[in-house]
C-alpha cells in the first residue's frame, strides 16, 4: 500500500517538474519571437553620394578660361599683379570637405568683371534619404528660388532648328523652309529686361549685324539647361540699363550626384549707356560650366 501512494506522488512531482520547463521553454520561445530578425536584419540605409571631396576652387578655372571671362586680366602690365589676378581669392569657408568658392575681379577700361566660382557637397543625415536625393531637393530650392520664366512657344534649344512642322507651309508639304517660320510666337521682352537686340547678331564671329531673330531672343531667356550634370538652369538679370551702363549678371547652377555647382558672371561696363552683351555673357558661363561637369566626372 505504501509503495502504491508513493508511485501516484512521484508521478505527479514528475509531471510539474517536465510542465514548468515546457512553460519556460514557451515562454522563451514568445519572447525570442517577439522581434524576429532582430540582429540578422538592419533597416535599409541610403546610398551615399558620389563625391567624397571637392576640388580646390581657385584652381578648378585655367588661365584660358580666365582670359575669355576677364577680357582685362590679360591686360595687367605687372607680372606679380598678374599672377595674383588669375589667382583669384577664396570665399571663405569652415569646411573644405562640404563647401569651397574662389571669387575673381578684373578692372580694364572698357568694363569690370567679376567671377564667382562655388562648389557645394551635400550630406544627407537622415539614414533614409540619400545625399543624391538631399541634393536633388536642395538644387530644386534653388531653381525655384530663381523664379525662371515659363517657356513659350518659341523657346526652343539654343542652336537647334525649327521642325519641319513649323517651316513648311500646309499647301505645299515638299517645298523647303525658304522662309521664317509663320508660327513662331515673339517673346514678350529680352532677358531681364535687355534690349532686343544685343548686338551680338547671330553667333560670334559670324560678321552678322541682323537684329536676332524671335526663336534667338527666347534662347537667351533664363531657363533650364540640357545635358549640364544632372539638370541644371541658367539665369541673366539686367540692372541699370538705360542712361547709365548696365550691369548684367549671368549665373548658372548645375547638380552632378551630391555636389551643386554655382558660377556668377557678372560685368560692370564703363561706359554710359552700355549694355552689356547677354550671349557672349551666356556663352562664356556655360562653357565654364560644361568645362566643370566634365573635370567633376572625369
Not at 291 to 296: E, G, K, M, N, T
Request: a negative charge; aromatic letters at 4%.
Amino acid at each position: 500500500m505504501q509503495r502504491k501512494a508513493y508511485v501516484p506522488g512521484t508521478a505527479a512531482l514528475l509531471a510539474a517538474l517536465l510542465a514548468g520547463c515546457t512553460s519556460g521553454s514557451a515562454d522563451k520561445d514568445t519572447t525570442d519571437n517577439a522581434n524576429p530578425g532582430t540582429g540578422t536584419t538592419a533597416s535599409a540605409v541610403a546610398e551615399p553620394g558620389k563625391y567624397r571631396v571637392l576640388p580646390e576652387a581657385c584652381s578648378a578655372v585655367d588661365h584660358d578660361t580666365l582670359d575669355s571671362l576677364l577680357p582685362g586680366i590679360a591686360q595687367i602690365a605687372d607680372a606679380d599683379q598678374r599672377d595674383k589676378a588669375y589667382e583669384g581669392e577664396a570665399t571663405l569657408t569652415y569646411d573644405t570637405d562640404r563647401k569651397v568658392g574662389c571669387r575673381w575681379k578684373v578692372e580694364s577700361a572698357a568694363a569690370t568683371d567679376h567671377l564667382l566660382v562655388d562648389f557645394e557637397r551635400v550630406v544627407s543625415y537622415d539614414t533614409a534619404v540619400s545625399d543624391d536625393s538631399q541634393a536633388e531637393q536642395l538644387y530644386a530650392t534653388r531653381e525655384t528660388a530663381a523664379d525662371l520664366p515659363e517657356p513659350t512657344a518659341s523657346t526652343v534649344a539654343a542652336g537647334s532648328e525649327p521642325s519641319s512642322s513649323s517651316t513648311e507651309s500646309p499647301s505645299s508639304p515638299s517645298s523647303p523652309p525658304t522662309s521664317s517660320p509663320t508660327s513662331t510666337v515673339s517673346p514678350t521682352g529680352s532677358p531681364s529686361g535687355s534690349p532686343p537686340a544685343s548686338g551680338s547678331g547671330s553667333g560670334s564671329g559670324s560678321g552678322s549685324q541682323s537684329s536676332p531673330s524671335a526663336s534667338s531672343a527666347a534662347n537667351l531667356q533664363p531657363r533650364t539647361l540640357d545635358g549640364l550634370g544632372d539638370e541644371g538652369f541658367l539665369d541673366d538679370q539686367l540692372n541699370g540699363a538705360g542712361s547709365a551702363a548696365g550691369q548684367r549678371t549671368v549665373t548658372v547652377v548645375f547638380r552632378t550626384s551630391n555636389v551643386i555647382v554655382t558660377i556668377e558672371y557678372e560685368e560692370q561696363p564703363t561706359a554710359t549707356g552700355t549694355v552689356p552683351d547677354s550671349k557672349e555673357m551666356q556663352d562664356r558661363a556655360q562653357n565654364l560650366a560644361a568645362q566643370l561637369a566634365d573635370s567633376l566626372n572625369g
